[in-house]
Nanobody, 121 residues
Framework: QVQLVESGGGLVQAGGSLRLSCATS????????MGWFRQTPGKEREFVAI??????YYRDSVKGRFTISRDNTKNTVSLQMNNLKPEDTAVYYC????????????????WGQGTQVTVSS
C-alpha cells in the first residue's frame, strides 16, 4: 500500500515553469513504477511522464519541456515543467504501479488527490 500527496500546482503565464512534487509513504517506494498523469474536464486521463526502473517515457507534447525525476532516499517523485502552454492546463496526478505494463491509467493502482495547474495565455 502506498499513499501519494501532490504539491506545487498553481497559476502561471505561458512560457513559465512549475515544479510538481509527489510525496509517498511506504517502504517499497523504489520498487514502484511512478507516473504523472493529467486530466481536463470532459477528457480522459492521459499519461504525461513515467519512470520505470530508469526507463523514462514522455507523451510527445511535453518532450523537451517536462522532466520527471525521483529520489528514492526521500520517497519523492517530481515533475519539472518548463515553457508551459495553455494546453498544459489540467489537474495533474501522481500515480504508482507495482509493475510495468503500459502507460495506461488503469495500470496504476495508487493515485494522489491531484493538483491544479493553470497556464494563462
Amino acid at each position: 500500500q502506498v499513499q501519494l500527496v501532490e504539491s506545487g500546482g498553481g497559476l502561471v503565464q505561458a512560457g513559465g515553469s512549475l515544479r510538481l512534487s509527489c510525496a509517498t509513504s511506504g517502504r517499497t517506494f523504489s520498487g514502484y513504477v511512478m507516473g504523472w498523469f493529467r486530466q481536463t474536464p470532459g477528457k480522459e486521463r492521459e499519461f504525461v511522464a513515467i519512470w520505470n526502473s530508469g526507463n523514462i517515457y514522455y507523451r510527445d507534447s511535453v518532450k523537451g519541456r517536462f522532466t520527471i525525476s525521483r529520489d528514492n532516499t526521500k520517497n519523492t517523485v517530481s515533475l519539472q515543467m518548463n515553457n508551459l502552454k495553455p494546453e498544459d492546463t489540467a489537474v495533474y496526478y501522481c500515480a504508482a504501479a507495482t509493475r510495468w505494463g503500459s502507460p495506461a491509467p488503469e495500470m496504476f493502482a495508487y493515485w494522489g488527490q491531484g493538483t491544479q495547474v493553470t497556464v494563462s495565455s
